[in-house]
């Protein structure tokens, strides 16, 4: 069982629809959790983190944790063609040494 | 904004030349990682350093190897490069258990 799975889609949704993004971890004693964007060719960027569980917004984004059920989300609300990219997952497990582990991402294609 | 930095950008070398990809991070972070990622996959972690004269090898083999005898700097080395190593080679740092990896632009490897 991999650390940190996703769904590697392609996950195709309408130009102003919610995309909705999954992600589980293996670790129960994960701490940290991480959501990056990755355009083809192009190194990954932070779009949110968190920490605790609950939901965290910023902007068009929310991103949902589930400790008990060891499970992180990403909402991506009026989804644009510019949201068209790789999305990855990434955590901390308790045991790697505060190792940053990655999914292996979902792409996501937003339709005009 | 994110102070780390990879060079070079793109390089083309032919079969059994020795190589050395700089990585380099003024951020002060303890963390450092290399990860390989060919188009449209996942990343893979090569090697991870904890910090100054620590680091392992990663989920995958790899036959590069790494020094960490500054903070600031993460060199990753081929002895002899081989087509097989054709990819992107992307280096990232962080610091602490909770805050996030910051990537550099990446190096596009390729061995003819």
């Known amino acids: 069982q991999k650390e940190v799975e996703q769904n590697s889609g392609p996950l195709s949704v309408p130009e102003g629809a919610i995309a909705s993004l999954n992600c589980t971890y293996s670790?129960?004693?994960?701490?940290?959790f991480f959501w990056y964007r990755q355009y083809s060719g192009k190194s990954p960027e932070l779009i949110m983190f968190?920490?605790?569980?609950g939901d965290k917004e910023d902007g068009r984004f929310t991103a949902q944790l589930n400790k008990a059920s060891q499970y992180v989300s990403l909402l991506i609300r009026d989804s644009q063609p510019s949201d068209s990219a790789t999305y990855l997952c990434?955590?901390?497990?308790?045991?790697?040494?505060?190792?940053?582990?990655f999914g292996g991402g979902t792409r996501v294609l937003v339709k005009p | 904004e994110a102070d780390i930095y990879q060079t070079p950008r793109y390089l083309v070398i032919g079969t059994g030349k020795k190589i050395t990809l700089e990585c380099s991070q003024t951020m002060g972070h303890d963390k450092m990682y290399w990860y390989q990622q060919d188009p449209g996959m996942e990343l893979h972690l090569i090697h991870y350093s904890y910090g100054v004269n620590s680091t392992e090898k990663g989920d995958l083999s790899s036959e590069s190897t790494v020094s960490r005898i500054r903070t600031e700097h993460f060199p990753l080395t081929l002895e002899s490069a081989r087509p097989s190593h054709t990819s992107q080679y992307l280096c990232?740092?962080?610091?602490?258990?909770?805050?996030?990896?910051?990537f550099g632009q990446g190096t596009r490897l390729t061995v003819v």
């Open positions: 990434a955590v901390i497990p308790s045991a790697s040494g505060n190792k940053l582990t």
């Open positions: 670790d129960r004693g994960s701490q940290s």
């Open positions: 990232a740092s962080s610091e602490g258990h909770k805050t996030e990896a910051f």
């Open positions: 968190i920490y605790s569980n």
